[in-house]
């Protein structure tokens, strides 16, 4: 009750100072006779060399009590009293200190700075502090994503997949899985506007190119737990993409065995326009498989911002995505080895037919926002999601398995797989997002509605025949295996709200940050009501600024989308999907504990981060995972937990680039029907390492290696329940590394003509993918020989690869 009083306060007198800001306004019109104003107000951005917001920047007023800190976007506004000359002060840990004096200031001031920061020069590298991280949400360094080894073409998933509690199981995918949550259970937004991934990709080969262009993203904050309530109603992690406005003409060119970028923006008076197009085939890896065949996949997107400063209050944005993702498989033959070294088998399979699938996806965003005075904002914005998708295949495959030791036949047999499945997807949005700065707070409010719509007809079945005789087998009857039907049209309407402060202190004992908030939303599908309320603390204290603390909780709901709604009836082997109208949100509390430690190495700075969390579940929707394929339950049948630690060390390991190791433990533990089993997540323990180096004596020559080891995830045999899940899959291990030489140094001596002048960076590069040759598994193929035993038979993923890339930046 105390919370829901200061809410309502908060709320009164943000609409209060709106109306005095609007009514000053009117007034400055005017002109009369008036004595002098005392009282001035000061607002702007803090940012730094790279342009980038400097947030927690102390500006204070000398001999006065007025100031600031600046919020995440590094900005600024509070009132002070006139004088002759006033002289202000903006500080920051790490960076020079700048004066500003005014002389008579009156009115509304807007003062832009930029801090520089105080570490050493040496040559063209800069030895700076690293970013203190006082919330729930870290800001991720773009700096290295153009020469980063990418197997998927998605730069910035590949980067949030070497974080701390994060994993990944599938180098063709950019899917991933933070601290036990499944692909779902992220929320990924551009622009503040929430984007959505295809529902039919059942397989990494399938996956294409996703929404984020790595080329036109200026800043990229990242989430794994105990974020604020200004983000969606999902369980594990928060993706937030905000892409950048061209202050000049820019461009880049780049190409490789996998694909091709072009990127233009530029700046023209009030208006900022960029935009990006990319090409990517995964031909080339698919071919490192042991299925061999003709592959065939063509993914190609579009994309472009547009921001436009109406006036000094007014700005509007818009955003315009197309793509095609086309994929085209005809297998051949595959021969698979496996087992252990005293007990080898061999699994050879002779295929026809051929697979055909295309995902097509529309997206598009606007949005006006206001700036209503000098602490408060209005945004109204529109968007609306389309994807169409086709998964269509018919594959038959006759296979021998055999014990090579003694050249026994185990088994021999025919399968056949069929799929005619077509589903669209729209999404309508409106919104609405108000921000209002009262001195050392930063409150924002947030309501939207949503309109979704989902239609599906899927057919899919598979024939398994061993030694003669189909599986399951009966005497008086001829089965599938499997066999699913589905036909489907709904629609349904989403409203959602939220309302948060952040509050940020310095007092004798420290720096406080103080978040705190709910998020409301209700859905007409299931009449489903929820109250998400959360809240996270950040102290820094002041006899060692070094230590960061940070403590956060709340309660998160994973809101059903349509895959979730999916419950089964089979009726002699044939099964129906039925809708399941009284499903309920996924529902989690969950506690994260951290401490950062910023510490210096041969000069060079360093952070050490822990995190300890846990996660109590509820009203769990179980699901199966095959290749990146998930399967729900469509019934709330299960609770568990999921409990971990994080830890990771960032910092220069080499002057003048970032590098990171992390290390995770986790355990994710699900109660279903009476028996405690592992979740489909559950991996206990994972290590990722990412490092960046300079040839010594050089700048021309960079490294970049990266490395995943993860341990296995639990299995069983297909079209079974998670209590059958028994087996744990061996451990994703992979090494990828890029070598990449500067062709052509910025601003160097020597560019004489027009165009030379106009090139601005070159990059020759040379990757490694999957340097050690490690065969890793993404899933299972399961056969049965003549004695009814059946054998996992691993689906191993890409070899080890060379890609040639370059990439030219105007």
Same mark, same amino acid.
């Given at each position: 009750m105390r919370r829901l009083i200061i809410f309502l306060c908060m709320i009164s007198l943000a609409l209060v100072a709106t109306a005095q800001e609007a009514g000053g306004t009117a007034a400055d019109t005017t002109v009369v006779a008036a004595p002098v104003v005392r009282s001035c107000s000061l607002s702007g951005r803090v940012t730094d060399e790279d342009g980038?917001?400097?947030?927690?920047?102390?500006?204070?007023?000398?001999?006065?009590?007025?100031?600031?800190?600046?919020?995440?976007?590094?900005?600024?506004?509070?009132?002070?009293?006139?004088?002759?000359?006033?002289?202000?002060?903006?500080?920051l840990m790490g960076y020079e200190r700048k004066r500003k004096v005014l002389v008579r200031p009156h009115g509304k001031l807007v003062w832009n700075v930029s801090l520089s920061s105080t570490g050493t020069q040496m040559g063209e590298v800069t030895v700076s502090e690293v970013r203190r991280q006082l919330g729930s949400t870290q800001e991720l360094s773009t700096k290295d994503l153009k020469r980063l080894p990418s197997t998927t073409g998605n730069a910035v998933e590949e980067l949030v997949a070497t974080q701390a509690g994060v994993s990944t199981h599938n180098e063709l995918s950019s899917q991933y899985n933070v601290r036990g949550g499944s692909f779902d259970e992220n929320c990924v937004y551009v622009n503040g506007v929430e984007?959505?991934?295809?529902?039919?990709?059942? #397989?990494?080969? $399938?996956?294409?190119?996703?929404?984020? &262009?790595?080329? *036109?993203?200026?800043?990229? /904050?990242?989430?794994?737990?105990?974020?604020?309530?200004?983000?969606?109603?999902?369980?594990?992690?928060?993706?937030?993409?905000?892409?950048?406005?061209?202050?000049?003409?820019?461009?880049?060119?780049?190409?490789?065995?996998?694909?091709?970028?072009?990127?233009?923006?530029?700046?023209?008076?009030?208006? #900022?326009?960029? $935009?990006?197009?990319?090409?990517?085939? &995964?031909?080339? *890896?698919?071919?490192?498989? /042991?299925?061999?065949?003709?592959?065939?996949?063509?993914?190609?997107?579009?994309?472009?911002?547009?921001?436009?400063d109406i006036s000094k209050r007014w700005t509007f944005d818009a955003i315009g995505y197309i793509s095609r993702n086309r994929y085209r498989f005809k297998p051949k033959n595959r021969v698979t080895k496996f087992g252990t070294m005293e007990d080898v088998k061999s699994f050879t399979v002779y295929f026809d037919g051929d697979e055909q699938d295309l995902f097509r996806t529309l997206f598009g965003a606007v949005s006006l926002t206001g700036r209503l005075g000098s602490r408060s904002t209005l945004t109204l914005g529109a968007s609306a999601f389309s994807t169409k998708e086709r998964e269509t295949y018919d594959i038959q495959g006759q296979y021998w398995l055999d014990d090579t030791n003694t050249s026994e036949q185990l088994g021999v047999g025919t399968y056949m797989e069929h799929a005619r499945n077509l589903l669209t997807s729209e999404t309508q949005s409106l919104r609405a997002l108000y921000s209002f700065r009262p001195g050392e707070h930063d409150i924002k409010a947030g309501l939207q509605w949503r309109h979704e719509k989902v239609k599906e007809n899927t057919r899919e079945w598979e024939f398994r025949d061993s030694a003669g005789y189909s599986m399951p087998h009966?005497?008086?009857?001829?089965?599938?295996?499997?066999?699913?039907?589905?036909?489907?049209?709904?629609?349904?309407?989403?409203?959602?709200?939220?309302?948060?402060?952040?509050?940020?202190?310095?007092?004798?004992?420290?720096?406080?940050?103080?978040?705190?908030?709910?998020?409301?939303?209700?859905w007409s599908w299931n009449g489903e009501t929820l109250l998400s309320p959360r809240a996270s603390i950040g102290f820094v204290p002041a006899r060692n600024d070094n230590l960061t603390f940070r403590l956060a909780t709340g309660m998160y709901y994973q809101a059903p989308f349509y895959k979730e709604l999916r419950d089964t009836v089979t009726t002699d082997g044939a099964t129906v999907v039925q809708l399941n109208r009284d499903i309920k949100s996924q529902r989690s509390f969950q506690v994260v504990a951290a401490a950062e430690y910023k510490f210096r190495v041969a000069e060079r700075p360093f952070k050490f981060t822990t995190e300890a969390y846990y996660k109590a579940q509820s009203r769990l929707n179980p699901y199966n995972v095959d290749n990146v394929k998930v399967v729900y339950y469509g019934r709330n049948e299960g609770s568990g937990y999921v409990a971990g630690v994080d830890f990771k060390v960032y910092g220069e390991f080499v002057p003048g680039t970032d590098s990171?190791?992390?290390?995770?433990?986790?355990?994710?533990?699900?109660?279903?029907?009476?028996?405690?089993?592992?979740?489909?997540?559950?991996?206990?323990?994972?290590?990722?390492?990412?490092?960046?180096?300079?040839?010594?004596?050089?700048?021309?020559?960079?490294?970049?290696?990266?490395?995943?080891?993860?341990?296995?995830?639990?299995?069983?045999?297909?079209?079974?329940?998670?209590?059958?899940?028994?087996?744990?899959?061996?451990?994703?291990?992979?090494?990828?590394?890029?070598?990449?030489?500067?062709?052509?140094?910025?601003?160097?001596?020597?560019?004489?003509?027009?165009?030379?002048?106009?090139?601005?960076?070159?990059?020759?590069?040379?990757d490694c993918f999957n340097l050690l040759g490690i065969s890793n598994v993404s899933s299972y193929l399961w056969v049965t020989d003549i004695s009814n035993q059946q054998y996992a038979v691993p689906n191993y993923l890409t070899g080890r690869l060379i890609n040639v890339r370059l990439t030219v930046d105007f």
């Open positions: 980038k917001a400097l947030p927690l920047v102390t500006v204070k007023v000398e001999g006065q009590m007025a100031g600031a800190m600046t919020n995440l976007e590094g900005r600024y506004s509070f009132d002070f009293q006139s004088a002759d000359s006033v002289v202000v002060n903006y500080s984007v959505y991934r295809p529902l039919l990709v059942s #397989s990494g080969q $399938q996956e294409g190119l996703s929404v984020i &262009n790595s080329d *036109m993203v200026e800043r990229v /904050q990242f989430s794994a737990g105990g974020f604020a309530a200004q983000y969606g109603d999902k369980m594990s992690s928060v993706l937030d993409i905000t892409y950048r406005r061209p202050e000049r003409h820019e461009g880049s060119v780049s190409a490789s065995i996998l694909g091709a970028n072009v990127y233009d923006g530029f700046r023209v008076g009030r208006l #900022s326009f960029s $935009q990006g197009f990319r090409y990517k085939s &995964n031909r080339y *890896m698919l071919g490192s498989l /042991q299925t061999k065949g003709e592959y065939d996949p063509a993914f190609l997107d579009y994309q472009a911002y547009l921001s436009w009966y005497a008086d009857r001829l089965e599938l295996i499997y066999n699913l039907k589905s036909q489907q049209d709904i629609s349904s309407n989403r409203i959602e709200a939220f309302l948060q402060d952040t509050w940020r202190h310095e007092a004798a004992a420290g720096i406080f940050s103080v978040n705190y908030g709910a998020r409301l939303s209700h990171w190791i992390s290390f995770s433990l986790m355990k994710a533990s699900m109660k279903l029907h009476g028996k405690t089993i592992p979740q489909p997540t559950d991996q206990r323990w994972n290590i990722n390492f990412f490092f960046s180096d300079y040839f010594p004596g050089t700048d021309r020559w960079k490294m970049t290696l990266k490395m995943a080891f993860a341990h296995g995830l639990p299995f069983g045999p297909p079209h079974s329940g998670l209590e059958r899940f028994a087996f744990r899959a061996p451990a994703y291990r992979r090494v990828d590394l890029g070598m990449s030489y500067r062709l052509l140094r910025p601003q160097e001596e020597g560019r004489r003509t027009a165009f030379g002048r106009a090139l601005r960076d070159a990059w020759l590069g040379l």
